[in-house]
């Protein structure tokens, strides 16, 4: 059975891609991307298999 690590980050507005893929490159799987409805800040949630 995989354990997971989880982690939630905001990702900046003007730069998206930059973010996602260093998140990437540290073994991070992008899940889900929402929009916080009183600020319209994009938070981003990634999993990743648990050393």
């Known amino acids: 059975m ?3 690590e ?3 980050a ?3 507005l ?4 930059l973010a996602l893929n260093n998140f990437g490159e540290d073994g991070w ?7 916080k409805a009183e ?4 938070l981003a949630f990634f999993k990743r298999p648990k050393d």
């Open 29 to 35: 799987e992008l899940v889900s991307v929402i929009t």
């Open 39 to 42: 600020s319209g800040a994009l």
């Open 6 to 8: 989880y982690r939630v």
């Open 10 to 12: 905001p990702l900046p």
């Open 2 to 4: 995989t354990n997971w």
């Open 14 to 17: 003007h730069n998206e891609g």
